[in-house]
């Protein structure tokens, strides 16, 4: 322990020289999810693409080009981004609740609501929305009211449920937004849907 | 009578331009999620004392103090943090994505920013980009650390 002292000064160090000179740090790491995607760090001198995890370019100024990727330390992330990732909330989630018919939920829609219920809980969230959509089978005008009785009744759900009507908000697509493309008039469970999306 | 009902709120939803995209015309980009100390959101050139909840709009600055930091959820699940000591812009939000109206420009002036991106970034990365004084930095997906001084 007591020989890593040292280090970690260093680049406390290293970093308050680096910090007066000026320029922008850019870091990719892996997402929440473990996934690493991919990014390009450009200005009027160049350009550098970065796209494994971990991997990082410090640019000094808009015209000096950024420099090739190089490995950027555990312990380094650390002593720059720890305050921002420590006050990082939980990332939304999304649920897609299937319908039989006109209002009624599928068995296996009806049994997610613990779990929305669960995230709205550990989010402590207030900004909760409910969005309608229906196949396509009838009018356009049929299909809006529908979408809007469905998002109203999955909302009228979760206030059952204790959950603030303030917080919800929602909003009705009817057939405009399917998810699976169909031509007009086509039964398609997979587009009777409510979706919940928990910030 | 009821059908006819139905047909005159459609016709309204229509003519109010709500059809198709009812979701598509968000009041705000994003929420403060969390946050402590020192924190206030510039709006028209007057800083408002951020509090959790709320709302965040397009051309809002982002400004922490040296014990400030947020953490904020746009609304195509983009999650942006911030440090102490920084100050970010959006300088454009749009999603719109049925009407493939798209884009996400946020500036980092100064300070250190944890980069989550969203849909966004997944439907047209072209449109996603982190701009600073020294640089742009252009995403397609995932989470990036982004330091400016």
Redesign the interface.
Known sequence: MSDRLPLSLLVILMLVVG?CA???????????EG?????????QAGSVDIASPNQ?TE????T?A?PPPAAVSRET?TA??S???????K??V?YLLYFEKDLVLTPDSARLLPEILAAIKE?SS??I?V?GHTDTVGS???N??LSVRRAGSVRDLLVRQGVDPDHIRT????K??PLIKTADNVNEPRNRRVEV?V? | MRSFLITVFAAFLVLSGNLPGMAAAPEHAGIVKSLAGEVAIERNNAPLKAEANMKILKGDHIRTGKNGKVGMIFEDDTVVSVGPNSRIVIEDFLFQPSEKRLSFITRIVQGTVSYLSGQIAKIAPAVVRIETPHATVGLRGTHVLVKVD
């Open positions: 910090g000026g320029g922008t740090m850019v870091v990719l790491t892996p997402d929440t996934k690493t995607g991919a990014i390009t760090v450009s200005n990082g640019v000094r100024s808009s000096a950024p992330i720059l981004f305050d921002a990732l420590s006050i990082q909330p990332a939304p999304h989010r207030t900004d929305s969005v356009r005008e049929y809006m009211t909003t009705s697509h009817g405009e937004n999306v910030r």
